[in-house]
């Protein structure tokens, strides 16, 4: 944000939620209520100051732990709030422009600099700020989204000083969680965000300019580096969050393979929310649920700190390793829409096969017939639309969110539909979802999108899950290998993980095309990415349903004896 610029943008409005709700409501402010108590500029190792504001309880309240946020938004933008809290948490807290934000200097390159590379601004702040005659040497960290990923990025840097952190809404890697799915540019969240919070459009050039995952994006991966990470952290995340599968992996990452003092002292809270967390109510089609509208009482940043930072025996280290919601029929018509806790993520499953089969069939069975396939045409310039998600809207590239109904892109060309018969009983799944395809096209590159729907008595398609992969990245996101036009070829389609029952009478239906448009950049079908396509070609695209190239849709359900209620055909 440009110097002295304190309006708040669109995608930061709901971040103001989950410091209320994480550890109950802290009243605002006074308009009349004095300045910060210190505005300082902290040196990091490359000569760099980075602009930020001291609060403390009282002015001679003596060593402190402290807590630290570090934003894009403008720290005068939690000035009030964190004032306050600091008064009533009794913590001494500073919120820090990021680099070449506010009245920071230097280059504005989000995160970039915010780990452990060559700069390491998370980590010099920390111990800095450790080092005053405010702090006692204890510090933690909060702060949702982009603040999360401020944290997140930190963490491998391994500041001394640094105690515990609470991560809300964060991507533990750039490329894998925010800027690329499957080798697919995220649009509407890379280009909107880019966009509305006014980073240098060069930002955006460099993303582009990287479209697999290179040493480039692996200096952004805290996931591969979690043995370096000592901080216990509250990892809070949502099934339609933006950084859904992020905030997991950042949790398993650490939970079994972090550094002594972090491994096993992790703890992951995920509810039905999308990218604005509780405050949000209105949920894609539905409400949210009554009781996912404030946090678990596991979630209480102020208990997480208290415990770590001041040592008070609060039982914050003895709540469940996992809180998590399983979501049912958003209408309250079926079973679900519960908290739940484990000791491990993901629970015990097995895995279950649906099987694309002719005529629009999803079955328990294999496919036995010798030739079998779907094809459509891929029209980039007339891509199929997003609808629902896990997105967030933002005023450069305004996109729907949440558990929507996808029927009115079901009748289109450039869509197959796959429907199960209707259940038995109802049936959980909870875990990562994935979609395993034979295809072929008749262009050397094309992406296949996938759609979990939840189908309705009624006939309402709701949204569950989704993704997508670009084919030439089939063999891995870190390498191109273009399809042999006509050639048979598989394609593993990460959907994410859920937690949902799917309710007794209930469907499942499973969408494929080639595009889920602004959600995902759409492939030109030129064999070129986002940065390199000069234009744009249909692509004929064929998806095998046969018993030797068989489809499925593969499905994580619990070992608690279940098997999917359907009968066989």
């Known amino acids: ?57 009282t002015p001679d309240a003596g060593r402190l732990p402290l ?42 390159k ?238 015990a499953c097995t895995t279950a096969s649906l099987y694309l089969k002719a005529g629009g069939l999803l079955s328990l069975d294999a496919p036995d017939i010798e030739l079998a396939m779907a094809g459509f045409t891929h029209d980039p310039a007339a891509p199929v639309p997003t609808i629902g998600g896990a997105n967030m809207n933002t005023a450069a590239i305004p996109i729907s969110c949440g558990p929507m109904d996808q029927r009115p892109i079901e009748s289109r060309k450039d869509v197959l539909v796959f429907t199960s018969d209707p259940l038995d009983e109802p049936i959980e799944v909870t875990g990562r979802v994935w979609a395993d395809l034979w295809v072929a096209s008749d262009r050397a590159d094309t992406d296949f999108a996938v759609r979990l729907c939840d189908v309705y008595p009624d006939g309402r398609s709701i949204l569950i899950a989704d993704g997508i992969q670009r084919c030439a990245l089939r063999a891995g996101l870190d390498r191109v290998v273009p399809l042999r036009p006509h050639r048979p070829a598989h394609v593993r389609v990460d959907l994410g993980s859920t937690s949902m029952i799917f309710a007794s009478g209930h469907r499942f239906r499973v969408l494929i095309s080639s595009s889920n448009y602004p959600r995902f950049a759409v492939n030109s079908n030129t064999a070129g990415f986002e940065g390199e396509a000069r234009m744009l070609l249909k692509a004929a695209n064929t998806v095998f349903l046969d018993k030797s190239r068989p489809s499925r849709l593969l499905l994580p359900v619990p070992t608690s004896g279940q098997t999917l209620p359907l009968r066989s055909r």
């Not at 943008?9 to 209520?33: E, K, M, T, W």
């Not at 300045?35 to 100051?49: H, K, L, Y």
């Not at 709030?81 to 504005?108: H, L």
Request: charged residues 20%; aromatic residues 12%.
């Open 1 to 57: 944000m440009p110097n002295g610029h304190r309006r708040k943008v669109q995608c930061s409005r709901c971040f103001a939620f989950f410091f209320i709700l994480c550890a109950g409501y802290v009243p605002a402010a006074s308009p009349n209520d004095p300045p910060p108590a210190r505005t300082v500029m902290i040196p990091m190792r490359d000569g760099v100051s980075l602009a930020t504001d001291i609060y403390l309880p």
């Open 67 to 108: 807590i630290l946020i570090q934003t894009p938004y403008g720290r005068q933008n939690y000035a009030r709030e964190w004032g306050t809290r600091a008064a009533a948490w009794g913590y001494a807290v500073a919120i820090q422009d990021m680099r070449g934000r506010g009245d920071s200097k230097g280059e504005p």
């Open 110 to 347: 989000p995160f970039i600099d915010s780990g452990w590379g060559d700069r390491r601004d998370g980590y010099d702040t920390v111990e800095w700020l450790a080092r005053q005659e405010f702090c006692n040497g204890r510090v933690g960290t909060i702060g949702a989204s982009a603040m999360g990923i401020a944290q997140t990025m930190m963490a491998p840097a391994a500041p001394p000083h640094l105690v515990c952190q609470y991560i809300q809404v964060g991507a533990a890697s750039l490329y894998h969680h925010a800027a690329y799915h499957g080798g697919v540019l995220r649009k509407a969240l890379v280009e909107g965000w880019l966009r509305d919070t006014r980073y240098p459009e060069q930002n955006l050039e460099e993303i582009l300019a990287h479209p697999t995952y290179d040493a480039y994006w692996a200096a952004m991966d805290s996931v591969r580096e979690a043995a370096r990470i000592e901080a216990p952290a509250i990892h809070y995340g949502g099934w339609f969050d933006i950084f859904s599968q992020g905030t997991i992996d950042a949790f398993v990452s650490r939970q079994y393979h972090g550094g002594p003092t972090a491994r096993g002292r992790q703890k992951l809270i995920m509810g039905p929310w999308l990218h604005g967390g509780p405050g949000a109510v209105k949920f894609g089609d539905f409400l949210l649920p009554a009781n996912a509208r404030r946090d678990p009482p596991q979630a209480s940043a102020k208990n997480w700190f208290d415990f770590h930072l001041k040592g008070i025996a609060n039982g914050a280290d003895q709540i469940p390793a996992v809180t998590y919601y399983v979501m049912g029929a958003f209408d309250g018509s079926g079973p679900g829409n519960l908290w739940r806790s484990a000791d491990t993520w993901p629970p």
